[in-house]
Structures are given as C-alpha cells and as structure tokens.
C-alpha cells in the first residue's frame, strides 16, 4: 500500500496512520463497519433489475458486507473495491459462508485510483465514506462515470440539520439538505428515491465503539507503547459519534444517471 493509499484509507477509517495496521483487529468483531445495510437492501430491491444481467459496484466495500448481501439476496453480481488486503480476506471467507463466491468478485486498489477509469455498472454503491471524493457535486460527478446511462448511484450519507457547513476535518463536504440536492442533482440525473438513516446510525454507532472499547483495551495491553495514541482514537471517535448525532441527519439517495 502506497503512501497515497495509506492516506486515503486512514481517512476513510478516521485514524492516524500510525495506528492503521491495528484496525482490523479493532475493528474484527464488525461486518458492516457503519453502512445502513438493510436499508440499503431495501432500496436495490425495488430497482427494475434482472439478476441476469445486473452488475454492482461497491465502492470502499470493506469486508464485504454490502456485497455479499446484495449477491445473496438478489443474485447480482457484484464487484467491491477496497485497499485493505485484511478486510478482503473477510469478504471472501463471508461470500463463501453465503455461497455466493461466484457472484462476488474482489480486488485490492485504492477507489480514488479505480474510478479514474469509467466502467459500465448497473449500481454503483458508496456507504459510509463521507467526502472521500470531495464536495457533494465532486461526488456525483465521480460516481455516476461509473454507471451507464439509466443506471443508479447509491449513496449512504447524510446533511446537516441546521447548520449551512461544518468547520471540522471529515465534515467539509455536509451541507444542509436543500444544497445537497442541489449538488447531487446538478448533472440532471433523477433523485428517485430517500431513506432516513438517522435512528439506525446511531444505533450502529453504538455498536461500534463499545466493540473498539473493547479492543483498544486489549490492544493497549499487547502494545502498551500505542496505549496513548489508542485512548486518542477512542476519544475521538467518541466525539464523532457525538457530533454525528448532534449534528447530521443520516440519509441514503437514490439516483438515476440521466441518459443525456
């Protein structure tokens, strides 16, 4: 992993890089890693989709919890992209326990190089990634060269509740929810679909730093010279989780690549 990979996967965890080798076993009790899957399932679902020929890509796809669930459910074949060769490795032991190796295909590469290139999907799914891309517009535009025409762009976010912008690292791209709509339509693709994540997020927020709790407590016995910078994680990642309560309601969008 290149130095620019690092970078990009450490922000996309919210953790120094220091501490990037150790977060998969903080984060080993986790599947999900923070996406609202079954309301993410529930929107594919209701997409006018052939399991003959429907073609998923899963941006960031972690340990492959989207992907594997989607192959399972609704017999897509989907390709998910990650830089972490730890997180892969449990994408593929999860497609085997759900019998859908076949249908799930997964490649190690950081997904700001991957969507340099335009593909041809049917969906593409980015979840829980915040800004990674940039500006809200920045984000559409990158995504939906990923899509053909007709096709849809699944995005797993949020905007803020009040707030017009928020000045903090991670934060830059949330805005309230008349510009973000604004921005993700601003290629003329069709919004068709929203789902509320707020209640579910806060229960997967929860869940996750009582699991990391755990961990780092575990970790910072194994590695006492990391105790400090592990205790930093954690408060940190209790100020997000605070934040992201406070401040952002959580939402999926739904939309519909224009065939312009």
Same mark, same amino acid.
Not at 110 to 126: E, G, M, P, R
Not at 171 to 189: A, I, P
Not at 195 to 200: A, G, P, Q, W
């Given at each position: 992993m290149n130095n620019r990979t690092k970078k990009s996967v450490a922000n996309s965890l919210e +953790?120094?890089? *220091?501490?990037?080798?150790?977060?998969?076993? &903080?984060?080993?009790?986790?599947?999900?890693? @923070? /996406?609202?899957?079954?309301?993410?399932?529930?929107?594919?679902?209701?997409?006018?989709?052939?399991?003959?020929t429907a073609y998923v890509l899963d941006l960031g796809c972690g340990k492959g919890a989207v992907s594997v669930q989607i192959a399972s459910e609704f017999g897509y074949s989907v390709v998910g992209i990650d830089a972490m060769p730890e997180f892969l490795q449990e994408?593929?032991?999860?497609?085997?326990?759900?019998?859908?190796?076949?249908?799930?295909?997964?490649?190690?590469?950081?997904?700001?190089?991957? +969507?340099?290139? *335009?593909?041809?999907?049917?969906?593409?799914? &980015?979840?829980?990634?915040?800004?990674?891309? @940039? /500006?809200?517009?920045?984000?559409?535009k990158t995504l939906r060269t990923q899509v053909k025409p007709g096709g849809y762009v699944v995005i797993d976010d949020g905007y803020l509740k009040k707030r017009e912008s928020l000045n903090r690292k991670g934060?830059?791209?949330?805005?309230?929810?008349?510009?973000?709509?604004?921005?993700?339509?601003?290629?003329?693709?069709c919004l068709i679909s929203e789902?509320?994540?707020?209640?579910?997020?806060k229960k997967i927020n929860d869940e996750y730093l009582h699991v990391i709790e755990s961990r780092i407590i575990e970790l910072s016995d194994q590695h006492p010279e990391l105790e400090k910078d592990l205790n930093n994680y954690l408060e940190l990642q209790r100020e997000e989780c605070d934040i992201l309560n406070k401040e952002l309601e959580g939402m999926i969008w739904v939309l519909k690549k224009s065939k312009k």
């Open positions: +953790v120094e890089n *220091k501490l990037l080798p150790y977060m998969p076993y &903080l984060l080993q009790d986790l599947w999900a890693l @923070g /996406s609202s899957i079954n309301q993410i399932l529930d929107i594919v679902v209701t997409l006018p989709l052939s399991s003959d994408a593929q032991i999860k497609a085997a326990e759900y019998h859908v190796s076949e249908l799930c295909t997964f490649y190690e590469q950081d997904i700001l190089t991957y +969507v340099k290139d *335009k593909h041809d999907f049917n969906i593409v799914i &980015l979840a829980s990634l915040g800004g990674i891309f @940039g /500006s809200n517009k920045d984000t559409i934060y830059g791209h949330y805005r309230n929810y008349e510009k973000t709509v604004e921005d993700l339509t601003s290629f003329s693709d789902i509320s994540t707020t209640e579910v997020s």
